[in-house]
């Protein structure tokens, strides 16, 4: 082929693949309100509810273009704060954003919903954080005590919508009792709920789970589908908070973050694999590797870990992967335990076990590890739930 010809296929190359990713990539909610010239908030003064996973899909800060183009006037931060590097559990504070010069009002201090006078003044609240899809990040939790001084004060509240990144169709683990509602488990929902924050809005809203139902409005996005995963949005990933460093870490944190509460299990957090590790002292790395690795968890698998006197497991979690992830913390509770011929549950500490607990949303796996139930029979027991939360939310779902 001669330059001139080479000349003419490479250009046309170069538009094909970039027509391809542009068909590929989702418009998130903040991306449908700029096209539509903030349609929805003109005339209004806004509050918006951001960290910094607030940005549209070009990475601008959704905080800088609502100060540009509509009337926003406060901002409120939950958990890790504005900028998501406060450790998990600790305070925030309310401070001065440099960025737009506005005060972010923290809601992960002295209250975790907005008080009258944090809201004097507004009109309309907006919601723009990028959730991981399980129900124990706070996030959720945030928003519903949000939609709910929003309905108090009469305030109406926007979902900019965002993808779940671990996708729609994942839906497993527990409900949560009643007197287990707290912070870490606000709603009735299992574990993975498999729906996006502007759905979810919706289902709380529907079903009642806040003291008053809201004036709510959820701005869709385009070109999501329920079986995609975040590696399939085109989508640039910002860490969430700082144990949420990569766009896979949530299949890590839904897969160990239960165990993890617990006094003796190692997870990596706060090293540079948060949540890909499982193991524990005194644990035979080769043996529990073998255990893991043989209940043939589809789209799962283990390598051995050892560090000191730990032993355990790597995790390698495929984005598809088939397999309960949620179950991988039941199965590798009762293979440590087995080992080490004890109950972790009962051996951790008072506030530990709470902690877990209302993660967990019963206490119910207590009794069953005490009795000696098989962690297969542990995780058949969530199905029933599963399956009527699925048929439930089905009126609620946009995608």
């Not at 043939?296 to 870990?305: I, K, N, Q, R, S």
């Not at 032993?311 to 598809?320: F, K, N, Q, T």
Request: a positive charge; aromatic letters at 8%.
């Amino acid at each position: 082929m001669n330059s001139r010809g080479r000349n003419r296929i490479f250009p046309l190359l170069l538009v094909t693949l970039l027509a391809l990713n542009a068909n590929a990539a989702v418009e998130l909610g903040i991306d449908v309100l700029e096209a539509n010239n903030y349609e929805q908030l003109q005339g209004k003064r806004i509050g918006l509810i951001t960290n910094q996973t607030g940005v549209d899909s070009r990475g601008v800060r959704t905080r800088v273009l609502l100060r540009k183009h509509t009337n926003l006037v406060a901002l409120y931060t939950p958990e890790h704060g504005l900028d998501g590097t406060e450790k998990a559990g600790r305070y925030v504070s309310s401070r001065r954003d440099p960025v737009t010069g506005l005060v972010a009002h923290s809601l992960y201090g002295p209250t975790r919903k907005p008080t009258p006078a944090m809201l004097r003044g507004i009109d309309a609240l907006v919601f723009d954080l990028q959730d991981i899809g399980c129900r124990s990040y706070t996030y959720i939790s945030t928003m519903g005590k949000c939609m709910e001084a929003a309905a108090e004060n009469h305030i109406q509240f926007i979902v900019l919508d965002r993808p779940n990144p671990l996708g729609g169709l994942r839906v497993e683990g527990p409900l949560v009792e009643p007197r287990w509602i707290s912070f870490v488990g606000q709603f009735p929902v299992p574990y993975v709920h498999g729906m996006t924050c502007g759905e979810l809005a919706r289902m709380i809203n529907g079903k009642g789970w806040i003291d008053a139902r809201c004036d709510l409005q959820v701005v869709p996005m385009r070109g999501w589908e329920r079986d995609d995963t975040w590696n399939e949005t085109g989508l640039r990933w910002v860490a969430t908070s700082p144990n949420i460093p990569h766009w896979d870490s949530p299949l890590y944190y839904v897969a160990t973050g239960l165990i993890g509460e617990l006094h003796g299990p190692e997870t990596g957090v706060g090293g540079p694999r948060p949540f890909e590790i499982l193991s524990a002292r005194g644990v035979n790395a080769a043996a529990f590797t073998s255990y893991m690795n043989s209940q043939d968890m589809d789209g799962v698998t283990f390598t051995e870990y050892r560090s000191g006197d730990r032993g355990g497991s790597y995790l390698h979690i495929e984005p598809h992967a088939r397999a309960n992830l949620t179950a991988i913390n039941i199965y590798g509770l009762a293979e440590i335990n087995r080992e080490l011929h004890t109950d972790l549950i009962t051996r951790s500490s008072a506030g530990k076990r709470e902690m877990f607990f209302k993660c967990y949303g019963s206490t119910l796996i207590a009794s069953q590890f005490a009795r000696g139930t098989k962690p297969a029979t542990i995780v058949s027991d969530w199905l029933n739930d599963v399956a009527r939360f699925k048929a439930e939310r089905t009126r609620y779902l946009l995608y």
